[in-house]
Nanobody
């Protein structure tokens, strides 16, 4: 069982930066692949980034590639998403998610555990 809590959301101007964190409980965090997803008002939840259980494999949605960086610290049971050059279209509720083992996934159906979400708002 893994419990996830996101933090770090907020309001930022276009071009600015935010760093999201996902704190996980549970002794087996190091064995979980992780992902970030987001959902904007009136839209379906979409994939943002994923990282494998060891932290060496990462994959990004085209819309955030080169601007966002995902990382995982197994010693601290945390995952982060550094978001730079933010755009108004990045505005959404951001969720972290965990799946047992593997290299990560872009499919939200593959994830077993989800956080409650944190709001990111980018003003133009």
């Amino acid at each position: 069982q893994v419990q996830l809590v996101e933090s770090g959301g907020g309001l930022v101007q276009a071009g600015g930066s935010l760093s999201l964190s996902c704190a996980a409980s549970g002794r087996t965090f190091s064995s979980y692949a992780m992902g970030w997803f987001r959902q904007a008002p009136g839209k379906e939840r979409e994939f943002v980034a994923t990282i494998g259980w060891s932290g060496t494999y990462t994959y990004y949605a085209d819309s955030v590639k080169g601007r966002f960086t995902i990382s995982k610290d197994n010693a601290k049971n945390t995952m982060s998403l550094q978001m730079n050059s933010l755009k108004p279209e990045d505005t959404a509720v951001y969720y972290c998610a965990a799946k047992p083992m593997g290299w990560g996934s872009t499919d939200d159906d593959d994830y077993d555990y989800w956080g409650q979400g944190t709001q990111v708002t980018v003003s133009s």
